[in-house]
């Protein structure tokens, strides 16, 4: 049985105060005896910050994006083992926001991949299709050729490791959410294409769907057989909202 993942990824949002109401509020509203694995990934600078009010709650945390080089002159970037040294669990890796505004292709993608997994991080691999490339039947060959990418650098065990994130260019921030179904047919793609290889990596990996996710359509995405919980922007910045999704896994 996979548990359920709710991981929050705020973007570049918060402050030192909102952060502590965040975190608290989701810490004490978070029910006793809930199954889903919760994770929040806030902006780098804030970790230390999170990591404090967290620290023995049961509650992961993680970086939203790692350097591929792991140490030196590479001004403003943040390596996998610095992550590591503020006890981060996760680190989302090809977010489609990296991939575009940060002309992040997939070779860089499936480096950082490597690089955060070796350091002993677990990526949250982010894949995803433009609307245009859905429109022309293109999904599957963009998420395949995605996840090829990865697979070729970093082998089949290796994703086995992490978590996949699902996430429609077109439903992200814009409250057009995947239907659970179109969700659904996405997420056995990737589970089909990776049992093909290896049964056990398939049957094992986590694969989030992410792109408005919202306490109103938690329940019914969290039920798809191959939907394994969340990657939540918007939603993961109120505590009630967060929480709310949190507890429909
Ligand atoms: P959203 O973002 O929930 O605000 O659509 C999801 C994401 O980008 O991970």
């Not at 030192?16 to 978070?30: D, E, P």
């Not at 894949?127 to 490339?133: A, R, W």
């Not at 179109?182 to 990737?190: F, G, N, S």
């Amino acid at each position: 049985m996979r548990q359920t993942l709710v991981a929050g990824n705020w973007k570049m949002n918060g402050s030192r105060s909102k952060n502590q109401q965040l975190v608290n509020a989701i810490k004490s509203g978070l029910r006793e005896g809930t199954t889903t694995e919760v994770a929040v990934c806030p902006p780098a600078i804030y970790i230390p910050q999170v990591m404090a009010l967290l620290q023995d709650s049961g509650i992961h945390w993680g970086g939203q994006n790692l350097s591929q080089y792991t140490e030196g002159a590479y001004t403003g970037e943040i390596s996998a083992s610095m992550l590591l040294d503020y006890a981060c669990r996760y680190v989302i890796v090809g977010h489609s926001e990296r991939r575009s505004l940060y002309g992040e292709d997939d070779a860089l993608v499936a480096e950082k991949f490597v690089v955060a997994q070796r350091a002993g991080l677990v990526p949250i691999l982010c894949v995803g299709e433009l609307l245009e490339e859905r429109e022309s039947g293109e999904t599957e060959a963009v998420i395949g050729k995605q996840l090829d990418a990865v697979i070729e650098a970093a082998g089949v065990p290796a994703i086995g490791e992490a978590v996949i994130a699902y996430e429609p260019v077109w439903a992200i921030g814009t409250g057009k959410t995947a239907s659970p179904e179109q969700a659904q047919e996405v997420h056995a793609y990737i589970r089909e294409k990776l049992a093909a290889q290896d049964a056990a990596v398939a049957e094992k990996v986590r694969i989030l769907y992410g792109g408005s996710v919202k306490p109103d359509n938690a329940a019914e995405l969290f039920a798809m057989p191959d939907i394994d919980g969340g990657l939540i922007g918007g939603a993961s910045l109120d505590a009630e909202s967060f929480l709310s999704i949190c507890h429909a896994g």
